[in-house]
């Protein structure tokens, strides 16, 4: 088991080199002029110079079309969502090939900026469900809560969002059981 200094270290650091980064893919989505710009953006998995988000550079664009033309119908149902939750039902209900978990919650979280909703629950996807699960054990939902991870990921300064951003960042730190340093 990975010890409490070692998770206060590994979030430390977090805090330090990597909350500082200010993510251009969610900037770009926030400063949009509509929500349809903001959903276009999204899902083509864009910022301002037109490059692709590392997660999604390896996707064929005609998923990414197929994906934005779907999610558009939906606009209606977006701009109605009251929190993440709701937002992340609507993208999450696209059902297409090509589109993975982690790149519906990239998505949701890009246009959660624009309509300022921010997750509530940790999204266990990818590397993120790694991390977790060597901190918890086996995870059979698509969310967590900080309340189900070891107590010094309760801080309040710590968003769900970036919680999420750690588990998956050091989820092999979180395996190794040696207390070294970061």
């Known amino acids: 088991m990975v010890s409490e200094v ?47 988000h590392s997660h999604q550079y390896r996707l064929k664009k005609q998923y990414l079309d197929n994906f934005y033309s779907l999610l558009i119908a939906q606009n209606s149902l977006l701009k109605k969502s009251k929190n993440f939750d709701d937002l992340f039902t609507v993208v999450d209900g696209i059902k297409t090939y090509g589109i ?3 790149t519906k919650y990239d998505i949701a979280q890009r246009i959660g900026m624009y309509l300022k909703l921010y997750p509530t629950k940790i999204y266990v996807h990818r590397g993120t469900r790694i991390g977790a699960q060597y901190l918890i054990g086996k995870i059979k939902t698509r969310t967590i809560t900080k309340d189900q991870l070891p107590g ?12 999420e951003d750690i588990l998956c960042i050091f989820k092999d730190k979180f395996k190794d059981t040696n207390d070294s340093e970061l």
Do not use: G
């Open 6 to 52: 070692k998770i206060r270290n590994i979030i430390n650091y977090y805090k330090m080199h990597i909350t500082n980064y200010v993510d251009p893919w969610l900037i770009f989505a926030a400063n949009q002029s509509s929500l349809s710009d903001a959903i276009r953006v999204s899902c083509l998995c864009i910022n301002e110079n037109n490059k692709r």
């Open 100 to 102: 993975s978990n982690l």
């Open 152 to 163: 010094i990921f309760q801080d309040p300064e710590l968003s769900c969002a970036e919680i």
